[in-house]
């Protein structure tokens, strides 16, 4: 990670040194009143603009994103004309010379191949085009040429050759960090796909089995937990969101103990202690139930009907700028060097794979200070603690993560 900082570092600082160019060409002293000299505000301009394009650009390298961002760069570049292109068109063209499209996509097969920046000449039979010099500049993330920034000019110029390729790697930086986005949400997304499948199979047949037991002696309460179910299996199968409230997550946990309660009985007693003002708290999705999960089948499906109850304790407190969840049983708990393997990934046979899916994400989301804190031993229950922030950016319910 320090080594990206250090390349974005590098990136921004010659758009700076671009942007000093240009104010020394550019800025006009009587424009400059109070806000220092010509090249401080001409720093200030180029920061200004380049942070107008960079959320356009964080979203990848589309028709859109391209016609959203390409003014400010040309903006940047002080151009006649700026065009993006993908490997395969020209994605948009701001400016005059708009007929020099066909020419210029004919003149970026090398340097789409290569990835190594051209200047040439346009050929033009239109009189007054002042259009007449052209420099490509590749766009590369990790190697490969995602495509080009052409900036047009009437004349050449070895400045404008540097600017442009300044400009394409910071433009390239933008596009990494698209990408690192993308990355992680697919990741987030294949994680809750996990989660989602380790909803097992035989705690679905269970409550179908359970629900069937009550349909001739108790049909009212055979469809109370039909709809717990339906409930809880559409909350866990939704396709919008990576991120939830926490009063979301503990009402399809509500519905997750109802199935759980019909079929232990009063065997299982559960203890909840909410915090109002933290149930429109964001989480990641799915984040609190597999932990319930973990605390029932540890709890309770490890022990023989003989051996009584099991309770389960679920609180959520205001801590200030976190919310504090903790889950807790009196279970058969687990020895601690099990439970390191768990977190570290690797296979145990008393499962556990939601407790390190949900401690990876936590990290992922929040830093690595914020994953879980597990208290167990053998035969001394376990006792889970996160640590929720309340304000996260990039963090909201009604959405995805993203840079916005």
């Given at each position: ?6 390349g ?18 550019t ?14 505000h ?12 960079a ?9 859109e ?20 292109t ?15 499209r ?11 191949e ?35 920034l052409?900036?047009c ?14 400009v394409?790697?910071?433009?390239s ?30 705690f ?44 979301d ?6 519905h ?5 309660r019909?079929r ?21 999705f799915?984040c ?19 051996v ?11 801590t200030g ?27 145990s ?15 992922q ?23 929720l922030p ?6 909201h ?8």
């Open positions: 990670m320090s080594g990206f900082i250090a974005l570092c590098v990136a921004i600082l010659p758009l700076l040194a671009a942007g000093y160019w240009l104010g020394r060409r800025a006009r002293p009587e424009s400059l009143v109070g806000l220092g000299t010509p090249v401080e001409a720093t200030f301009q180029t920061l200004h603009t380049a942070s107008l394009a959320p356009s650009l964080r979203a990848g390298l589309t028709e994103t391209a016609r959203k961002s390409a003014r400010r760069l040309r903006s940047l570049l002080g151009t006649d004309a700026l065009c993006l993908d490997q395969k068109e020209v994605l948009v063209w701001d400016g005059v010379g708009g007929h020099h066909a020419e210029i996509m004919d003149r970026l097969a090398g340097p789409l290569s990835g190594r920046g051209e200047a040439f000449p346009l050929t033009c039979e239109t009189p007054d085009c002042p259009v007449r010099w052209a420099v490509v500049a590749p766009l590369t993330v990790d190697d490969r040429v995602h495509g080009a052409v900036a000019a009437p004349r050449e110029s070895a400045v404008l050759v540097r600017a442009a390729g300044e394409a790697r910071w433009v930086v933008q596009l990494e960090l698209a990408d690192l986005d993308q990355s992680r949400t697919r990741l987030i997304e294949a994680e809750i796909k996990a989660l989602r499948a380790q909803i097992s199979p035989h679905i047949f269970n409550s179908l089995a359970v629900i069937a037991s009550f349909v001739r002696t108790d049909p009212e309460r055979a469809r109370e937990l039909l709809l717990e179910f339906a409930d809880f299996t559409r909350y866990s199968f939704r396709r919008h969101g990576d991120f939830t409230t926490l009063a997550e503990l009402h399809a946990i509500d997750y103990l109802a199935l759980v019909a232990f009985g009063d065997r299982l007693s559960v203890t909840l202690q909410i915090a109002p003002e933290v149930l429109p708290v964001a989480l990641p799915l609190l139930q597999p932990l319930v999960e973990n605390a029932v089948k540890h709890g309770l499906e490890g022990k023989a009907a003989s009584g109850k099991c309770h389960i304790s679920i609180t959520a407190q205001d700028a976190e919310a504090l969840v903790v889950i807790e049983d009196d279970g058969a708990g687990m020895d601690p060097a099990t439970l390191r393997r768990i977190l570290a990934g690797e296979a046979p008393s499962g556990g794979i939601g407790l390190s899916n949900v401690d990876d994400r936590l990290r989301v929040y830093g690595d200070d914020h994953g879980l804190v597990i208290e167990t031993a053998v035969g001394a229950g376990m006792k889970v603690t996160a640590r309340k304000y996260q950016p990039g963090v319910s009604a959405g995805r993560l993203t840079g916005d």
